[in-house]
């Protein structure tokens, strides 16, 4: 009979977050580490995802994971060793009404608190700064030069290759079925390529946080939900932010090689995982963004796809370790927004298991105890 493998920590998804958490964990030392994935790197919602990087939130915590994040972000390609397109183009956040301009302003004043240098431009400085952009119904923007983007499935590959560097390991189309709790801690997990042995076992598990976590015995207050997204054919690049608007229901950027890829919420979606796309997104993003951004009359959607985002019930990411299940860690719920803020939570939870505290970012109160104690308050920036 062969030798059951045991590792010190197995990671379940190989999206940005898990492979964000072994680079942390083996860069502390921990290298007896494996990801599990169940299909390719990247494929849950990282790789559906824009690669927009914004420290414009209206909550501290999500202000404070953002900024230690674009710290890591810029220092990706020495750090890690893959160049990530990573780009600081900023974000411009268009508001189209009185009541969230206000809100604007509030937080504006919170996220100078926190030192992130944030301007408010007036309709007429967004023309003049943006002559393509049609401002009309435009009540006032801010602006944050060192917001960003970059791509997804590069920052995925380059934590991986980190991480197989290093000594950890990462096993692909390799589904966890089962996690093994023995007297209230975790010993082990059962996957399609058989039973490994492990002291801790992270929830990275994105759209299937809550059905993971059922493995464990834990139930997280997680539902998923679809968002579609698309890409045109490449122009000359001229458009170096991301361009937002939660009023107005869009965001857009342009990659590296020219496209555009953009993208719009839609409040009638179900919860559940559904990776279809539909006519009627197409049809009402295309001409919204054609008023907005009058240039893109004439270019085509090349390609358009949907992912899921992992929703929590205050719009804010749940992190932290379990009290019901020893060895049980999570890192979910980030409603819209886990790739800008996976370096910074990756590099938390890795220095709370290796070190037994966060030491760069507080991600205390992102525990699911928040939602027991009633503690929360909604992320109002999202689309
Ligand atoms: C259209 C769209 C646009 C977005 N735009 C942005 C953006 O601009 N900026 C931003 O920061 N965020 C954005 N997001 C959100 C972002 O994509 C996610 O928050 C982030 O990618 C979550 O990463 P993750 O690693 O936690 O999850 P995922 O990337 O989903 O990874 C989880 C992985 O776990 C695997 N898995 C699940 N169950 C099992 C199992 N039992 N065994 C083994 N493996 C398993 C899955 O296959 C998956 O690969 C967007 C999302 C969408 C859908």
Not at 263 to 283: L, M
Request: charged share 20%; net charge neutral; hydrophobic share 35%.
């Amino acid at each position: 009979m062969s030798e059951i493998k045991k590792y010190d920590v197995c990671i379940i998804g190989g999206g940005i977050t898990g492979t964000a958490l072994g680079y942390f964990l083996c860069k502390f030392g921990k290298t007896s580490v494996a990801i599990f994935e169940k299909s390719y790197l990247s494929s849950g919602s990282t790789g559906r995802c824009a690669g927009g990087i914004r420290q414009q939130w209206s909550t501290r915590a999500n202000v404070r994971l953002a900024m230690r994040s674009v710290k890591l972000f810029e220092r990706f390609k020495e750090d890690v060793g893959m160049d990530i397109e990573y780009r600081q183009g900023g974000y411009l956040v268009l508001s189209y009404n009185e009541q969230e301009a206000e809100q604007f302003e509030r937080n504006v004043k919170m996220q100078r608190e926190e030192g992130l240098n944030v301007e408010i431009l007036t309709p007429k400085q967004v023309s003049e700064k943006y002559p393509y952009i049609n401002t009309e119904g435009i009540v006032m923007a801010t602006f944050c030069q060192t917001d960003g983007h970059a791509n997804p499935h590069k920052a995925v590959i380059g934590y991986a290759q980190a991480i197989r560097r290093m000594g950890g390991d990462i096993y692909t189309h390799t589904e966890v079925k089962n996690v093994d709790v023995q007297n209230g801690r975790v010993t082990g997990i059962e996957t399609s390529a058989g039973y490994f042995a492990c002291d801790i076992v992270v929830n990275a598990s994105g759209p299937w946080s809550r059905e993971v976590s059922q493995l464990v015995g834990v139930d997280l207050p997680t539902e998923s939900y679809r968002h579609q997204i698309l890409v045109t054919e490449p122009l000359e690049n001229f458009f170096p932010m991301m361009a937002i608007s939660f009023s107005g229901n869009f965001y857009m950027r342009q990659t590296q090689h020219g496209q555009f890829i953009l993208g719009q919420g839609d409040k009638d979606e179900k919860p559940g995982i559904n990776h279809n796309v539909t006519y009627k997104f197409e049809k009402e993003l295309a001409s919204k963004m054609v008023r907005i951004f009058p240039f893109l009359r004439d270019i085509r959607i090349i390609r358009h796809w949907s992912g899921m985002y992992n929703m929590s019930p205050d719009a804010q990411p749940i992190i932290g370790q379990s009290e019901k299940v020893k060895g049980y860690y999570y890192a979910v719920g980030y409603s819209g927004h886990g790739f800008m803020v996976a370096p910074a939570v990756g590099e938390a939870l890795a220095e709370t298991i290796v070190f037994g505290k966060a030491l760069h970012t507080d991600i205390s109160y992102l525990d699911l105890t928040r939602f027991e104690k009633m503690q929360i308050e909604k992320e109002k920036n999202v689309v």
